[in-house]
């Protein structure tokens, strides 16, 4: 709190941040098996794990070189995981790293980075869905406090984490109802940029 209570915002600085996420990203995907890479993730269910990294390298490419027609819809996302669905996780990571100095530039003063946003939630995706402890902190609580606003009537009711996920339609109606807040489930529907979802999520210890 800053003087006389008000509350103090916390400038983040998206570059540095969206660094972070792609150097766990880039010490994580090469521990993985074959089985872990072709299981599906619960957070984008038509996606695989590999199918994820590819999505992230492909994102970062497309974001960088303004192949943008289409985004952020599903023939956009489509035609970049095809493209690099056949590529070893050692590829795409090398791709994802290529770019993280112009990506990084790119989202300099941006206070709603769209492509830094989506690495930390599907990075979150694969934490969830492969049983991974939770992100620390610092990896998604950024991200919360930014879209705190829009949930301002839970704040204090729900943890962050939870808040995070939800608004970006990885927690279910059942378990947002499960939060005991008062809200309708129509009110919580309208939590979630992604519309709400019917699947229940895997929620880290």
């Known amino acids: 709190m800053g003087r006389g209570g008000a509350s103090v915002t916390t400038v983040t600085d998206w570059g540095a941040f969206y660094r972070e996420h792609v150097a766990a990203i880039s010490e994580l995907a090469p ?8 299981s599906k993730v619960d957070g984008t269910p038509a996606w695989t794990v590999h199918e994820v990294l590819a999505h992230l390298a492909g994102v970062a490419s497309d974001g960088v070189t303004g192949r943008m027609d289409g985004a952020p819809g ?3 996302t489509s035609r970049h995981v095809n493209e690099r669905v056949h590529l070893a996780v050692a590829d795409l ?3 994802l790293r290529e770019h993280e100095d112009a990506v990084a530039a790119s989202v300099a003063g941006n206070p709603r980075p769209a492509l830094v946003w989506n690495i930390a939630v599907h990075h979150a995706d694969l934490h969830e869905s ?10 998604w609580a950024p991200v919360a406090e930014a879209v705190a606003p829009q949930v301002s009537r839970l ?3 729900v943890a962050p984490y939870e808040l995070f996920r939800a608004v970006f339609s990885r927690r279910s109606r059942a378990q947002m109802q499960a939060w005991g807040t008062g809200l309708s ?3 919580l529907d309208e939590l979630c940029i992604f519309g709400p979802r019917e699947d229940d999520q895997p929620v880290p210890a």
């Open 93 to 95: 990571v090398e791709e």
């Open 74 to 76: 599903p023939e956009w």
């Open 31 to 38: 521990t993985l098996t074959g089985e872990q890479l072709a």
């Open 185 to 187: 489930a129509e009110e």
């Open 155 to 157: 704040t204090g009711e």
């Open 130 to 139: 492969l049983g991974l402890p939770r992100l620390p902190d610092h990896l």
